[in-house]
């Protein structure tokens, strides 16, 4: 018995030694590569855009829109994971179709091994690449080269631009900042926006579906020259083999797929692929990687039969391959909500008053939006020149202008001050840089820019042009009343003013005339009289006048006795 027993545990003891020789040596994990499924000959290398374009159509690639956030499709809820088992041409294939709801935060394109395995050339399995990353769900990716390792096409993982085609077209599938799907052909520029610019892209080979209908044979002439219809590039379409796509459905909801397969053996081709995935109501879609690359990884283990074989030709083990596309619990984007918030349970909470956004990447002031007379801050409404408020609607008032409205106007006589400049608007009647001058005669209306139309060059009024003097109180033009009063006050005054002088000129003549005439008469007589009166003095003798001459102030003696002693009656 217990020779039995010591037996038992050397032969279960002997068995896991084999078993971890065979691991460590033979290596499980080391996949020989064998399941080959190219494209294009290794020996071709092929030049960007060999084929017409006018056969992709005059739209390179399609566009699909964001599907709007609601509440029956919140970021927390996983991806939609169904395995299946279908039949095609009466051949039985497994796989799993994967669908992903708000994919801008819930989907990356990864590096092999993480940020830098493209740079350095790492390849890695999905598994290896899959599980520090936390993907629930992981496909490989875009094409690599086996010899070297390099990731081919344009890979752009989380926002960081990884890889270049150099101008090389192949079928693109990719997320813009804003979340915009995008299938298709890509030109450099459009690869390098910078406006809407690519979160994630990677490059396939085969446009599978194109806005819901099947467009290998259009791929095939985009992508390849008319040379290889018959050759590699046919076969690598039309045989059967392990498969992998990626596309979105009429909801915008990501969809991955995959099918399990072994080239020439078992699995599906792409016109098989292209049919299935019209059935799930895809509607656009691109073909990544296949063959022994094909891998789906749930959870961090390994959910496909891989169809490389390990260096023990008993095991099958799945591929060290290049990109990995990866489902995950909702990341914020880009992960540091540009620098302006913080990023919790995968939705960026904007730091600040103004931040808005998924991103936290747009300033919004207010559904205003500073009322077209300011720039939105991260502080606020910075207002133009002239206007003020918290939303720049409001214009600088009570004689201010300038920057916060600080300056104040020099206007007078309600001239309008510009709110910017502070220029004076003058109302009529008023000129000057302050508007404190009145309108010379002869001009009138806003700064005094219109000349006067009255007659015989009359002054107006300054501010209506009225050719009325009613506005002047008692300005020295008194003489020119005749010529500026209204038309028929004009009339009537000038034929009273006509009246009125032929009477004062006949009645002040009359006048005068009169007055000569007395005047003449009292003359007259008042000079007969005097002589009259002389010469009855004279012949009474009472006295006789002689005409005094004086000479020094005294009278010569002479005259004087002689007239003393003859005429002076009164002498003693």
Same mark, same amino acid.
């Given at each position: 018995?217990?020779?039995?027993?010591?037996?038992?545990?050397?032969?279960?003891?002997?068995?896991?030694?084999?078993?971890?020789?065979?691991?460590?040596?033979?290596?499980?994990?080391?996949?020989?590569?064998?399941?080959?499924?190219?494209?294009?000959?290794?020996?071709?290398?092929?030049?960007?855009?060999?084929?017409?374009?006018?056969?992709? %159509?005059?739209?390179?690639?399609?566009?699909?829109?964001?599907?709007?956030?609601?509440?029956?499709?919140?970021?927390?809820?996983?991806?939609?994971?169904?395995?299946?088992?279908?039949?095609?041409?009466?051949?039985?294939?497994?796989?799993?179709?994967?669908?992903?709801?708000?994919?801008?935060?819930?989907?990356?394109?990864?590096?092999?091994?993480?940020?830098?395995?493209?740079?350095?050339?790492?390849?890695?399995?999905?598994?290896?690449?899959?599980?520090?990353?936390?993907?629930?769900?992981?496909?490989?990716?875009?094409?690599?080269?086996?010899?070297?390792?390099?990731?081919?096409?344009?890979?752009?993982?989380? *926002?960081?631009?990884?890889?270049?085609?150099?101008?090389?077209?192949?079928?693109?599938?990719?997320?813009?900042?804003?979340?915009?799907?995008? +299938?298709?052909?890509?030109?450099?520029?459009?690869?390098?926006? &910078?406006?809407?610019?690519?979160?994630?892209?990677?490059?396939?080979?085969?446009?599978?579906?194109?806005?819901?209908?099947?467009?290998?044979?259009?791929?095939?002439?985009?992508?390849?020259?008319?040379?290889?219809?018959?050759?590699?590039?046919?076969?690598?379409?039309?045989?059967?083999?392990?498969?992998?796509?990626?596309?979105?459905?009429?909801?915008?909801?990501?969809?991955?797929?995959?099918?399990?397969?072994?080239?020439?053996?078992?699995?599906?081709?792409?016109?098989?692929?292209?049919?299935?995935?019209?059935?799930?109501?895809?509607?656009?879609?691109?073909?990544?990687?296949?063959?022994?690359?094909? &891998?789906?990884?749930?959870?961090?283990?390994?959910?496909?039969?891989?169809?490389?074989?390990?260096?023990?030709?008993?095991?099958?083990?799945?591929?060290?391959?290049?990109?990995?596309?990866?489902?995950?619990?909702?990341?914020?984007?880009?992960?540091?909500?540009?620098?302006?918030?913080?990023?919790?349970?995968?939705?960026?909470?904007?730091?600040?008053?103004?931040?808005?956004?998924?991103?936290?990447?747009?300033?919004?002031?207010?559904?205003?939006?500073?009322?077209?007379?300011?720039?939105?801050?991260?502080?606020?409404?910075?207002?133009?020149?002239?206007?003020?408020?918290?939303?720049?609607?409001?214009?600088?008032?009570?004689?201010?202008?300038?920057? /916060?409205?600080?300056?104040?106007?020099?206007?007078?006589?309600?001239?309008?001050?510009?709110?910017?400049?502070? &220029?004076?608007?003058?109302?009529?009647?008023?000129?000057?840089?302050?508007?404190?001058?009145?309108?010379?005669?002869?001009?009138? %209306?806003?700064?005094?820019?219109?000349?006067?139309?009255?007659?015989?060059?009359?002054?107006?009024?300054?501010?209506? *042009?009225?050719?009325?003097?009613?506005?002047?109180?008692?300005? /020295?033009?008194?003489?020119?009343?005749?010529?500026?009063?209204?038309?028929?006050?004009?009339?009537?005054?000038?034929?009273?003013?006509?009246?009125?002088?032929?009477?004062?000129?006949?009645?002040?003549?009359?006048?005068?005339?009169?007055?000569?005439?007395?005047?003449?008469?009292?003359?007259?007589?008042?000079?007969?009289?005097?002589?009259?009166?002389?010469?009855?003095?004279?012949?009474?003798?009472?006295?006789?006048?002689?005409?005094?001459?004086?000479?020094?102030?005294?009278?010569?003696? +002479?005259?004087?006795?002689?007239?003393?002693?003859?005429?002076?009656?009164?002498?003693?």
């Amino acid at each position: 018995m217990a020779t039995s027993m010591g037996r038992w545990l050397q032969f279960c003891f002997a068995l896991l030694s084999c078993l971890w020789e065979a691991r460590s040596g033979f290596g499980w994990g080391a996949s020989l590569d064998d399941d080959l499924l190219l494209p294009y000959s290794r020996l071709r290398a092929r030049s960007a855009r060999e084929c017409a374009r006018g056969r992709a %159509g005059i739209r390179e690639h399609e566009s699909w829109p964001p599907a709007p956030a609601t509440p029956a499709t919140p970021g927390a809820r996983g991806p939609a994971v169904r395995a299946f088992v279908s039949y095609f041409a009466e051949r039985a294939v497994p796989g799993h179709l994967t669908r992903v709801a708000e994919p801008l935060r819930t989907f990356s394109v990864l590096e092999p091994g993480g940020p830098g395995g493209c740079a350095s050339r790492r390849r890695a399995t999905v598994e290896e690449t899959a599980r520090p990353a936390g993907c629930s769900v992981a496909q490989n990716g875009g094409f690599f080269r086996l010899g070297t390792g390099e990731c081919l096409g344009n890979v752009v993982s989380d *926002g960081r631009p990884v890889n270049s085609a150099g101008g090389l077209q192949n079928a693109q599938f990719g997320i813009r900042r804003d979340g915009t799907m995008v +299938t298709g052909y890509l030109s450099e520029e459009e690869v390098l926006d &910078t406006e809407n610019p690519f979160v994630q892209l990677l490059s396939g080979v085969v446009w599978l579906i194109r806005n819901g209908s099947v467009y290998i044979n259009e791929s095939q002439a985009a992508e390849c020259d008319e040379t290889q219809e018959t050759g590699p590039f046919s076969k690598f379409v039309n045989v059967i083999s392990a498969r992998t796509a990626v596309g979105h459905d009429r909801k915008g909801q990501l969809v991955l797929f995959h099918a399990d397969g072994q080239t020439e053996q078992r699995g599906i081709n792409l016109w098989d692929m292209a049919e299935f995935l019209l059935k799930q109501d895809v509607v656009n879609a691109i073909n990544l990687d296949g063959g022994g690359s094909a &891998t789906f990884v749930l959870n961090g283990t390994l959910a496909s039969y891989p169809s490389d074989h390990c260096q023990d030709n008993m095991w099958r083990c799945p591929r060290s391959v290049s990109t990995v596309v990866c489902v995950h619990e909702p990341h914020c984007q880009p992960p540091d909500c540009s620098g302006h918030g913080t990023c919790i349970e995968g939705r960026c909470q904007c730091t600040g008053l103004f931040w808005r956004g998924a991103a936290c990447d747009k300033l919004d002031c207010g559904p205003s939006n500073c009322s077209r007379h300011g720039l939105c801050t991260e502080t606020g409404c910075r207002c133009e020149t002239g206007w003020t408020g918290s939303n720049c609607s409001e214009a600088c008032t009570n004689g201010s202008f300038g920057e /916060n409205c600080a300056k104040k106007c020099q206007c007078q006589n309600g001239a309008a001050c510009d709110p910017a400049q502070g &220029t004076c608007t003058c109302p009529p009647g008023f000129t000057g840089d302050t508007c404190a001058q009145e309108c010379p005669l002869g001009w009138h %209306g806003p700064d005094c820019q219109r000349p006067c139309k009255c007659e015989h060059q009359c002054p107006c009024d300054p501010q209506t *042009g009225n050719c009325s003097l009613t506005w002047a109180p008692t300005l /020295n033009i008194l003489s020119r009343v005749k010529q500026c009063l209204q038309p028929s006050e004009v009339t009537l005054r000038a034929g009273e003013f006509s009246l009125l002088t032929g009477t004062a000129w006949l009645a002040l003549t009359l006048a005068l005339v009169l007055l000569l005439l007395i005047s003449a008469v009292v003359n007259v007589s008042l000079l007969r009289g005097c002589r009259v009166e002389q010469s009855r003095r004279h012949l009474d003798g009472a006295y006789v006048y002689h005409q005094l001459q004086e000479m020094n102030g005294e009278l010569q003696t +002479t005259e004087k006795e002689q007239t003393g002693d003859a005429h002076n009656p009164f002498k003693d």
